[in-house]
């Protein structure tokens, strides 16, 4: 059975930083394509940064392009999300989600798997 678990959201001040952690068990990790997405309050969920099974290509929305770095140890079955630069309007829940096929997209609808989320709050 495919898990998806994330960890290290919180509460920071804007400008600072947070690394989140997604480990995934039940399946080959080296395989899939990865992605991060979140989700605020009363808005539809968005995508925040992709990353292929060739860690060298990634992709990221432009609003946090230049900001977040998504990055992934298959070693550990692990993908990051390192965030740095944090704004009041980056407070969302932010979920991984495996892409279980050749192509990554953007589209929430394309991905099969999803963790439970960690919540990530910025303060002014």
């Known amino acids: 059975q495919v898990q998806l678990v994330e960890s290290g959201g919180g509460l920071v001040q804007a400008g600072g930083s947070l690394r989140l952690s997604c480990v995934a068990s039940g399946l080959m990790f080296s395989a899939y394509d990865m992605g991060w997405f979140r989700q605020a309050p009363g808005k539809e969920r968005e995508f925040v940064a992709s990353?292929?099974?060739?860690?060298?290509?990634?992709d990221y929305a432009d609003s946090v392009r230049g900001r977040f770095t998504i990055s992934r140890d298959n070693a550990k079955n692990t993908v990051y999300l390192q965030m740095n630069g944090l704004k009041p309007e980056d407070t969302a829940v932010y979920y991984c989600?495996?892409?279980?096929?050749?192509?990554?997209?953007?589209?929430?609808?394309?991905?099969?798997?999803w963790g439970q989320g960690t919540q990530v709050t910025v303060s002014s």
């Open positions: 989600a495996r892409h279980p096929r050749f192509g990554i997209t953007r589209d929430a609808e394309d991905y099969d798997y």
């Open positions: 990353i292929r099974r060739i860690a060298s290509i990634t």
